[in-house]
C-alpha cells in the first residue's frame, strides 16, 4: 500500500535556529500538505502544494513539492518555541480514487529558549 | 465559522462496548472522513462519507461502521471494542470535487480499558 516516509523522526534545536524536515514516497501523489500537531489537538494546516516543483511559503513556512511528485519538504527558519510540537506531512490520492490523505510517521521538534 | 467539531472529547469504554463518534463538518463542507491515530503514530484512514454514503474504507474491520446524516454530520460507530482500538479518533472535512484541504476536528480520545 501507499506509505511515506518522513524524517527525522524527532528534532531537538536551538531557538532561532533553522528546520528542515522532508517525507519521501513510493507513489506519486497531486497534493502534498504539511500539518502541526498539538498535544491532545487535532492537526491544523500549515501548506498545501498542488503543482510538482511548487515553492509555497507560510510565515517562516516554506514547503516545495518535489519535482517527482514523490517527495516534499518543509522548513522553519528562526524558530521559536511555540514552533514546538509535532509536523505530519501527507500526500493526498487523487479525487478519483477517493482523495484520501495519506500520512508519514511525524517529525517532533523540540526548540530550547 | 465554526470549524470541525467533536463530541465527546474524551471517552472510557470496557473491552466488548460498543461506542459512537460524533463529528460536525466546516460550514460549506460535505464530505467527512475519520482517521484513528495511535499514540506516536500518523493519523490512518479509516473512512470517508460523502452524500451519506460510505465512498471509500481504509484496512479497518467492519467493527467500524459510519453514518452520514442530511446535514452532513457523521457518526463513527465502532463493535466490540478492543483494547487496540483505544487512539485518537480524527474527524476531517472537506468540499468534495474541489481541492479544498481537510480541516480536521479537536478529535476523541477513546480509552478502552
Known amino acids: 500500500g501507499q506509505q511515506l516516509n518522513q524524517s527525522p523522526q524527532s528534532m531537538f534545536i536551538q531557538e532561532g535556529e533553522d528546520v528542515s524536515m522532508n517525507c519521501t514516497s513510493s507513489?506519486?501523489?497531486?497534493?502534498w500538505l504539511w500539518y502541526k500537531q498539538d498535544p491532545g489537538e487535532g492537526p491544523v494546516l500549515l501548506i498545501a502544494?498542488?503543482?510538482?516543483?511548487e515553492l509555497t511559503s507560510n510565515g517562516r513556512l516554506t514547503a516545495q513539492f518535489g519535482i517527482t511528485r514523490k517527495d516534499s519538504f518543509l522548513n522553519i527558519s528562526a524558530s521559536i518555541p511555540s514552533d514546538v510540537g509535532i509536523y505530519f506531512c501527507?500526500?493526498?490520492?487523487?479525487?478519483?480514487?477517493?482523495?484520501?490523505?495519506?500520512f508519514g510517521q511525524g517529525t517532533e521538534l523540540s526548540v530550547k529558549p | 465559522d465554526a470549524g470541525v467539531t467533536q463530541s465527546p472529547t474524551h471517552l472510557i469504554k470496557t473491552r466488548g462496548q460498543q461506542v459512537t463518534l460524533r463529528c460536525s463538518p466546516k460550514?460549506?463542507?460535505?464530505?467527512v472522513s475519520w482517521y484513528q491515530q495511535a499514540l506516536g503514530q500518523g493519523p490512518q484512514f479509516i473512512f470517508q462519507?460523502?452524500?451519506?454514503?460510505?465512498?471509500q474504507r481504509g484496512n479497518f474491520p467492519d467493527r467500524f461502521s459510519g453514518h452520514q446524516f442530511p446535514n452532513y454530520s457523521s457518526e463513527l460507530n465502532v463493535n466490540a471494542l478492543l483494547l487496540g482500538d483505544s487512539a485518537l479518533y480524527l474527524c476531517?472535512?472537506?468540499?468534495?470535487?474541489?481541492?479544498?484541504?481537510?480541516?480536521f476536528g479537536q478529535g476523541t480520545r477513546l480509552t478502552v480499558v
Open positions: 476531517a472535512s472537506s468540499l468534495r470535487g474541489i481541492g479544498t484541504e481537510a480541516f
Open positions: 507513489s506519486i501523489f497531486n497534493t
Open positions: 502544494l498542488y503543482k510538482a516543483g
Open positions: 501527507a500526500g493526498r490520492v487523487p479525487p478519483l480514487q477517493g482523495g484520501k490523505l495519506i
Open positions: 460550514s460549506g463542507h460535505d464530505t
Open positions: 462519507y460523502y452524500e451519506e454514503e460510505e465512498r
